[in-house]
C-alpha cells in the first residue's frame, strides 16, 4: 500500500474536495461517485458521506492508496 501525506492549510477539508485536492478524483462529480460506491476509508471506517470534515491526523484509504491528513 503506498501511503503519502497531504499538507492542508485550513482546520478541516471535506473528504470530496480531499479526494479532488490530492488527485484521487478528477471532478467533484467524480469524488462523489468514489464515495457512493463505498470505497473510501476514513480512519479505518468506511466512509459515504462526501461532506465528512476531514482533520490533520485523519487517513484516508481509497484502494491501494492510503493518504494522511497532515
Not at 7 to 21: E, N, R, V
Not at 26 to 55: D, F, P, W, Y
Amino acid at each position: 500500500m503506498r501511503t503519502e501525506e497531504i499538507k492542508i492549510s485550513t482546520a478541516f477539508i471535506k473528504l470530496d474536495q480531499f479526494l479532488k485536492f490530492c488527485g484521487l478524483a478528477e471532478t467533484g462529480g467524480h469524488a462523489k461517485e468514489i464515495v457512493a460506491e463505498g470505497v473510501v476509508s476514513v480512519n479505518g471506517e468506511v466512509c459515504m458521506q462526501r461532506g465528512k470534515k476531514l482533520v490533520p491526523g485523519d487517513v484516508v484509504t481509497v484502494d491501494d492508496y492510503r493518504i494522511v491528513v497532515k
